[in-house]
């Protein structure tokens, strides 16, 4: 099993710019969860998917941020325009509902210049 | 569980010395309980579980916790440290039939030599 698979790894990318970070979910999980990480925030849920639907956006920050599930083997976040305060861990993880535990992908470093 | 506090952002232990990290959650209804460590440049992994049955629980690496009722904790506890148990220690818990993971802020465990 090759796990959560998130890309790019890195970007590097100037204030302005379109960012679109790709996740790749454990096959035959139907949960889908994207986290973001900073010191000062620490760990936050923006969007959960279940059964490729969003169910809880809650935790979008605004409307520069936008994710979508087109299949159950695939997932985007895009940040347009990105900012400075953007700059962060995002995480993907996905579960099966029944096992509750989430599996989290290695992460992908967004610095925003 | 509508929280989850873990008491100390920093612990420091010596190599061979007893690990104790602490959890509590506020609940009324016991939740599923998780905790996930975080190495450095990493996502979270799971390191153990309570869903329901015994309150002792093993995980990996030699960490056991225990899920008591009375104190609402989840105390995350290893007999002997070794260097490379040094991470970051997140306390996590889900409502039972919920989908929202509740995630505390996170202890950093240092071993030293």
């Known amino acids: 099993d090759a796990g959560v698979i998130q890309s790019p790894r890195h970007e590097v990318t100037e204030m302005g710019q379109e960012v679109t970070l790709r996740c790749k979910p454990i096959?035959?999980?139907?949960?889908l969860f994207w986290y973001r990480q900073t010191m000062m925030r620490g760990l936050e849920l923006l969007i959960y998917?279940?059964?490729?639907?969003?169910?809880?956006d809650s935790g979008m920050p605004e409307d520069r941020f936008s994710a979508k599930m087109p299949n159950a083997s695939f997932s985007t976040l895009k940040i347009q325009p990105s900012e400075p305060r953007d700059s962060a861990v995002y995480f993907c993880?996905?579960?099966?509902?029944?096992?509750?535990?989430?599996?989290f992908g290695p992460g992908t470093r967004l610095t925003v210049t | 569980a509508q929280s989850v506090t873990q008491l100390g952002s920093h612990v420091s232990v010596s190599e061979g010395a007893l690990v104790l990290l602490r959890c509590n959650y506020s609940?009324?209804?016991?939740?599923?309980l998780f905790w996930y460590v975080q190495y450095p440049n990493q996502g979270l992994q799971l390191l153990l579980k309570?869903?329901?049955?015994?309150?002792l629980v093993k995980g990996i690496n030699g960490f056991e916790a225990e899920f008591k009722k009375s104190e609402t904790s989840f105390h995350l506890t290893k007999p002997s440290a070794h260097m490379s148990d040094a991470a970051e220690y997140f306390c996590?818990?889900?409502?039972?039939?919920?989908?929202?993971?509740?995630f505390g802020a996170g202890t950093r465990l240092f071993v030293k030599a």
């Open positions: 096959s035959g999980h139907n949960s």
């Open positions: 993880a996905s579960s099966y509902q029944g096992l509750y535990e989430q599996y």
């Open positions: 998917f279940n059964n490729n639907v969003p169910i809880d």
């Open positions: 309570y869903t329901t049955g015994a309150t």
């Open positions: 609940s009324s209804v016991p939740p599923y």
């Open positions: 996590a818990a889900l409502n039972t039939g919920g989908f929202k993971t509740i």
